[in-house]
């Protein structure tokens, strides 16, 4: 995880590196650092904390002047969150500095290496290990700064995305990639350069950017313009720059407290920026690139394997269900983290489906590879536009979710199972499992979501009110069947992932088996309890609950009296097919959440421990 950002230019370096960085701050918080060349010396200021704490620091510590920057927000791997550990690093020369997003596996050995060679440590960082690994090429071989960093690299096993420049000279800024993003920005006449993990931290200078793909490094030059060349042979690579397509209010609150919020009430506008040009009800047909060029591996395949993790792994197991019931292909939903590692049985006739909003997370992108090496046909359902998975996987479907940045996850979810939908009705078309009639009436009950989660989100006061009642709660149980059931625990890793409050979603009916014993009068039940979709059965354990004395909320089809009756409080959701229901239901869950996590005073779009994208296994 971790954040970079670096700055090379006419400009001060400092606010472009500090915002720049708070941007980034998704990627991890538990500390962060700044090295700027002032003309004269290299000035490094870091801390534990997050970018404001940095900023304090700062001011005490040095100037911010400085036309050549880096700067760095870590999320933890080696060595615990404090100033020491905080990225920059500088080699021993002094000469040196780096930042770094990922993970250098054999760190220990070329330590010990370094070691005996007279280096010292000063931290407990794979990255110091690795500054002094470029200073040892740099001096032995006696190269130029961008020939000791290819050469140390070849030397590493792990992951990165790197920043490093050298402050005798301070006009060329050297940088790689494998396995973390890396993007460039380029300013207008070339004569400004900006470095980021993505490409928010630039997105007022320049709409020019420039990926580097995995295994590729470049050199930035001032005046001179950008270098790329493959790690592995030094062999240039052509510099392909991209216009971005994201504006700067789709990074920022836009008036809400969090962007969490922001997200939430996002979704009406991003499920329909998912459909659209997909789903066209006039001609009864969707239309989706991806699917059509791959429709004979969809037709012919035995199964469908879904690989993901957290939420997109519960946008997973809703897809197992529409896939199974519309399109009648059997699914097996893995976690990408157990599925690389369990030798699984993959053929050339199964289908992969790899599920991730930020595209770069670390084991669904193990996952991929591995399903390619046995030579299943994989495809990616991605938020981020040209993330390492959608460029890994055969063909994809992006969600068209917008930038995502409260850490915990909302409108990815819902734009994901529409994703899903879409393609199961697409399927399911071609395949004949679904009738004419039924077909339309998914594409216009799927049409008139966006209007309906509105609606829903018009009863944020009313639970508000509820979390207010339940804000004090230890432990909180979610419950719901087929459809409704990756709902429940979707909800439950909500509450627990922002307001830190132990939950567990469960299937209603297993709630016998053992969960049962939990129930008391202290205990919240959030039971999803719409009219299609097992509506008695589920009945029946809200009884059961009732009669163990636990406190009910109900989350009900509008106009519901029967669920009204027995639950302690109910929140209603539109009407829709059941298959939809998800869409609907997810909504109450998530208001929940954040008024119980706003409540406890809790750090909303940046949890505890948790980073936006998790690029580390
Ligand atoms: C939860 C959450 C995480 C992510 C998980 C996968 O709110 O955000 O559980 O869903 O880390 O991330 P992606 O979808 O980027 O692969």
């Not at 998704?26 to 500390?31: K, L, N, T």
């Not at 490409?199 to 790329?228: C, Q, W």
């Amino acid at each position: 995880m971790c954040g970079i950002v670096g700055y090379l230019g006419p400009r001060e370096a400092y606010p472009i590196i500090i915002e720049g960085l708070k941007r980034l701050e998704y990627r991890g918080y538990d500390s962060a650092g700044i090295a700027l060349f002032d003309g004269t010396n290299l000035k490094v200021s870091k801390t534990k904390g997050k970018v404001a704490d940095l900023e304090n620091r700062v001011e005490n510590e040095i100037t911010k002047h400085g036309n050549v920057g880096i700067g760095h927000t870590r999320w933890a791997t080696h060595g615990v969150p404090n100033d020491i550990n905080s990225h920059p690093h500088i080699s021993n020369s002094g000469d040196l500095v780096i930042i770094h997003n990922g993970i250098i596996e054999n760190y220990e050995s070329l330590k010990q290496e370094l070691t005996s060679r007279g280096y010292t440590f000063q931290s407990d960082t794979d990255t110091e290990v690795l500054i002094n690994l470029i200073e040892d090429v740099k001096t032995q071989e006696k190269v130029k700064l961008g020939q000791a960093v290819q050469i140390a690299l070849n030397q590493v096993i792990g992951a990165y995305a790197i920043a490093v420049f050298d402050k005798n000279k301070p006009e060329e800024v050297v940088v790689a990639r494998l396995g973390s993003p890396l993007a460039i920005g380029i300013g207008e006449n070339e004569d400004e350069f900006f470095i980021a993990s993505d490409a928010s931290p630039f997105l007022e200078y320049t709409k020019n950017a420039v990926y580097l793909e995995d295994e590729e490094m470049a050199i930035i030059r001032f005046h001179k313009g950008v270098k790329i060349r493959k790690i592995k042979d030094d062999s240039l690579v052509d510099t392909y720059v991209q216009e971005l397509q994201i504006n700067l209010e789709q990074i920022e609150k836009g008036g809400f407290d969090h962007f969490m919020l922001k997200e939430i009430y996002e979704q009406p506008k991003a499920i329909k920026d998912t459909y659209r040009g997909r789903l066209l009800r006039n001609d009864a047909i969707i239309k989706m690139a991806g699917v059509e060029d791959n429709m004979k591996k969809f037709l012919n395949a035995n199964r469908i394997i879904i690989v993901a993790c957290g939420t997109s792994w519960h946008a997973g197991l809703v897809a197992e269900y529409i896939f199974e019931d519309l399109a009648r292909i059997p699914v097996e939903v893995e976690y990408a983290s157990e599925f690389r590692y369990r030798n699984p049985v993959i053929t050339e006739n199964d289908v992969v489906i790899a599920i991730s909003q930020s595209g770069e997370t670390a084991d669904t992108l193990a996952a991929i590879k591995l399903a390619k090496s046995k030579g299943a046909f994989v495809f990616g359902v991605c938020n981020v536009v040209g993330s390492s998975i959608a460029r890994e996987t055969h063909a994809g479907a992006y969600t068209h979710a917008g930038p995502e940045i409260g850490v915990a996850s909302t409108k990815a979810f819902t734009t994901q199972i529409t994703v899903l939908t879409l393609i199961a009705l697409r399927l399911a078309r071609a395949k004949g499992t679904i009738s004419s009639s039924d077909f339309r009436q998914h594409l216009l009950e799927l049409e008139l979501i966006p209007n309906k989660v509105e609606k829903a989100l018009k009863s944020d006061a009313h639970i508000k009110m509820i979390a207010e009642i339940y804000k004090n709660s230890r432990n909180c149980l979610y419950l719901g069947r087929g459809y409704n059931f990756p709902v429940a625990l979707e909800g439950a890793l909500k509450l627990k992932e922002i307001s830190y409050i132990h939950a567990e979603g469960y299937p209603a009916a297993e709630m016998k088996h053992g969960p049962i014993a939990l129930i008391d009068e202290n205990m919240p039940i959030v039971v999803i309890a719409t009219k299609k979709g097992h509506y008695e059965k589920v009945v029946s354990n809200i009884q059961e609950i009732k009669s163990r004395k636990g406190k009910i909320i109900g989350i009900v089809t509008e106009g519901d009296t029967q669920v009204k009756e027995l639950a302690d409080h109910v929140i209603e959701v539109p009407e829709t097919l059941e298959s939809l229901s998800p869409l609907l239901t997810t909504i109450p869950l998530q208001l929940l959440s954040y008024h119980i996590a706003v409540m406890l005073n809790k750090d909303v779009d940046q949890p505890r421990n948790l980073a936006k994208s998790v690029t580390v296994e």
